[in-house]
């Protein structure tokens, strides 16, 4: 199985305010570790269902929000 994941920072759990999605935003770092941590998940649970192959697409802006560093070893950005 090949996955992919496209995210964006509109509509992480959490987010309740348009600010959080702004780079200089009151909030913005808050919104980014909850969208790392939603990805995060989301890869470890495709890993666990065997996922050969899963790519990730941070799609918020200059796409630099998710923390790669703390996505597991075999994603692919």
Known sequence: MKVFI???????AGGVSWD?????????SQACQW??????VA???????T???????DSHLTRENID??????MVET
């Not at 496209?6 to 992480?12: F, K, L, N, P, R």
């Not at 959080?20 to 913005?28: F, K, N, P, V, W």
């Not at 790669?68 to 070893?73: A, C, E, M, S, V």
């Open 43 to 49: 890869c470890e649970v495709a890993a666990d269902f």
């Open 20 to 28: 959080q999605t702004l780079r200089d935003g009151r909030g913005y």
């Open 6 to 12: 496209s995210a964006d920072i509109e509509g992480v």
């Open 68 to 73: 790669i560093d703390q996505l597991p070893k």
């Open 51 to 57: 996922a050969a192959r899963i790519v990730v697409a």
């Open 35 to 40: 969208m790392t941590d939603e990805v995060r």
